[in-house]
């Protein structure tokens, strides 16, 4: 729940103070602690150097959680953020970070993943930027080993929870132990009815070993109940008795226990599908439990439910909920709607039943669980729901079931993770996954062959484009042979499978391969389907990758409008795929104007839909750089690139895909202002990494290294840039072909790199057969062909053939007037009997 505002006074100024995260509500019954309270806002707020953690540590039971709220609470007004941890799931943590980076101005987890919006959260964190008074609560921190790492050390302060006395060794500790007698009685005087006696509540206190979750529940049951002091001592005393002798629960204090033995008991009398509920409840994890969960499990979905009768009848269900809190046995979030049974009470509740009780409980959880979203995992607008049930996914072992419908749902959580950024996260489950199904199920199960699907695509978004190619290549092998070519999860692989080969720079192959995908999916989906949709769109690339702009335009403007109409449910993610798709196409057309129309469109879509920050967003606000630099407007463009530029290298890193391609835009449009120096700079850093992530043959490597020569012949280095221009063109001949976009831009820029040499004929030559070639690609009204004809204008009349060159000069300015417009760039340059140059900017593939 999140903390409401404070009345106090933020110690930052010039700001809006109180910006709290999600801490558990406050216990309004919270009794005695003042002196610990004291000694850890002592501790804590001391004025020391260098800001020090602060442990409270305990065994289970005594209220080291409900301290920690407490101290969030009361001294709020000394904060300007409060944010709760979960830290009991380690692999977790930092998605809990990561939900921190909206109210901190850095990028979300679903544009950046969890692990760099984790990351950024940490740095602005320990920087102090925007609030330097701060506090992070990590709850239940079992190892130091597990988190310490990601512990902030900054101006703000960071306090644990944990039963392990090692937190001593790594941070400033505080003891928290059971309650003093006079914490005890003066709780009890709260909790049990007025009538009892000083004394009682004293011999009671004795009784619990003053351990507040023990007295918690016995306040409880009395209240509920109405014994007696005396009632419930017998009662207490004949269950310690059971308890010891047959051994029960040994890690944890008697007590304890007892109490917690005695509550249920006596509740099972009263409501005995209330105890069905928390055992049911003690094979969730120890987060809260979304209220929603409990839902109706039919027959027909789990014959034979422990808690088909209770799910089934509301009225029951919520009475049940009701009398489990009125007994303390769990702590209920109205605000929320969810449930929480402390960790303790859980592993109680598990130790008292037999190893098939465990089973079928732990079956109800996993159904449960099951039923509890509607799949679309890729849809954002359930990524909250699935969040809820992710803490429960681990420690429900959900890997553990052979059900198909519970296999389902833990795919569609490691989807959902991998959708929403959490690439380590995905790959870390999906790796549990794979490894426990295939020891229960073998090689050839469907489930075991879907998870490695997942695993391959996960690979590629962490950019091991090989180990992913040779997984997806084995798997769909795999698949053929055992559930059949034309089989959902077979068609599934394979449609991914083409964007391997199109990493691989096989587009060709990529082409053939989509074509007979798409069939196929037609086939078995039928033309209106997301999936099929998807198919189309990637065969469009395929064509656009290869030059053919009129067949990708085709199919790209059928998928967009067939995934806008609705009925093919299409993702958000997906339409802007598509939309961003044909703005790229119409901008390689040579419509620069109409593209930057479409752009904006796709990416204020993208910034509604799925945040400025986004993967997705961020591609489409690059390809609108593109449009406007094509366009001329040139510092718009260079406004765009140096923003996208900028997260996508805080967002993935600089050996990134995304990275790159951002890059190569920002190098582009810095050129066209002039700034060669910074221009030249990045892209020879860029030129080094594209060989490691895409291999030296890659048409994507030889595209970069062609706008590195641009810049080194701007630059005066006219043999280094013809050098590098000739082995790029030979590179884009020896994969692409000579009648291709990207080869036909290389021998442009080589034939100015010539005449820059002063190699007049050999530029010309080359200069007649490129623009030959650019008229049949292109058409002859094409940017690129009339740029190619303006170069071939200024060789024709330095080789002194006059007449000619005024002809085609004559024609290509009159293009030149009508397709850009007089106010153009390149139509300024062209007037001025300059040459022109064109770049390269690689597509996402």
Known sequence: MPISQSSGSSRTT?????????????????????????????????????????????????????????????????????????????????????????????????????????????????????????????????????????????????????????????????????????????????????????????RLAEELGDLPLALEQAGALQTETGMSVEQYLRLLREQTAQLLGANKAPDYPLSMTAAWSLSVSQLKAKLPEAVQLLRCCAFFGPDPIPRDVFGVLTEEFAPGSRLGAILADPILLSKAIRELGRYALVRIDSENRTIQVHRLIQALLRNELSDEEQASFLHEVHLLLAAAVPGLPDNNVLWPRYAELLTHVTPAAVEVSQDPRVRAFALDVVRYLYSSGGYQSARNLVGRLIERWRADSGDEDQHVLSAQRHFGIILRELGDYRASFELNRETLAHMREVLGPDHEETLLITNSHGGDLRMRGDFAAALAHDEESLRQHRTLFGQKHRRTLRTMNNLALDYMLLGDYQKASELQQTAYTLQRSGDSKSSQQSILTSWNGLARIVRLRGEYSEACDIGEDAYDFSVQELGADHPRTLRAAKDLSIAKRRAGLIDEAFEIAQRTFELEERIFGRDHPDTLAAALCLANAQRTRGEVDEALGLLRDTAARYPRRYGDEHPFTFGCNMNLALLLRVNGDIEEATELDLRSLEGFDRTLGREHHYSLTCAINLASDLAAGGEVSPAGRLGEETLAQLRELLGIDHPLTLACANNLVIDLRTRGASAEAETLRADTFERYRRVLGEEHPDTTVALRGERLDFDFDPPAL
């Open 14 to 202: 010039g700001r809006q103070p109180q910006i709290w995260g999600k801490v558990p509500q406050q216990n309004k019954n919270f009794t005695g602690r003042e002196d610990l309270l004291d000694k850890l806002h002592t501790g804590v707020t001391a004025e020391v150097t260098a800001v020090v953690p602060h442990a409270l540590h305990g065994f289970g039971g005594v209220g080291k959680t409900h301290v920690a709220i407490e101290y969030a609470y009361r001294f709020r007004h000394e904060y300007d953020l409060v944010w709760w941890i979960p830290a009991d799931q380690p692999m977790l943590v930092r998605s809990s970070l990561a939900a921190l980076a909206p109210h901190l101005g850095v990028p979300s987890s679903s544009s950046m993943g969890v692990e760099d919006a984790s990351a950024a959260v940490l740095d602005a964190l320990r920087r102090g930027e925007p609030y330097s008074r701060w506090l992070l609560v990590f709850d239940n921190a079992e190892q130091p080993e597990d988190i310490n790492e990601i512990i902030p050390r900054g101006p703000g302060h960071v306090l644990i929870t944990s039963r392990n006395h090692a937190w001593q060794s790594v941070v400033d500790t505080l003891p928290v132990d059971v309650f003093t007698r006079a914490e005890s009685i003066e709780f009890l005087s709260k909790r049990v009815p007025s009538s009892t006696s000083l004394d009682d509540r004293n």
